[in-house]
């Protein structure tokens, strides 16, 4: 079973960087789009930014300018890397990959199970 593994979270003062990464359990052919997303204590999960299978990006309005989403397709990974970290920040972030149904089969849709990201006060 294909599982995504995500890496680099931890304890940052505001202001700080850090960068996740998150690589799935083999290779993977034919991913389409790959995400990050997060979620805050009490609050819901919530898209981060995204990239499509030709490199483009999307960003939420509240990472923009200070997040950048990367891909290595080939190693069938995503890249966060995130500076001027600031408190509301702090959440749970979850890397996503989606591919063709018709070559993954049933789980054409893969989540990590989260790394933590706490920005101190």
């Known amino acids: 079973q294909v599982r995504l593994v995500e890496s680099g979270g931890g304890l940052v003062q505001p202001g700080g960087s850090l960068r996740l990464s998150c690589a799935a359990s083999?290779?993977?052919?034919?991913?389409?789009?790959m995400a990050w997303y997060r979620q805050a204590p009490g609050k819901q999960r919530e898209l981060v930014a995204s990239?499509?299978?030709?490199?483009?990006?999307n960003y939420k309005d509240f990472v923009k300018g200070r997040f950048t989403i990367s891909r290595d397709s080939a190693k069938s990974t995503v890249a966060l890397q995130m500076n001027t970290l600031m408190p509301v920040d702090t959440a749970v972030y979850y890397c996503?990959?989606?591919?063709?149904?018709?070559?993954?089969?049933?789980?054409?849709?893969?989540w990590g199970q989260g790394t933590q990201v706490t920005v101190s006060s």
């Open positions: 990239i499509g299978p030709n490199g483009r990006a």
């Open positions: 996503y990959m989606i591919g063709p149904r018709r070559i993954w089969g049933a789980q054409y849709e893969c």
């Open positions: 083999e290779a993977l052919t034919g991913i389409m789009s």
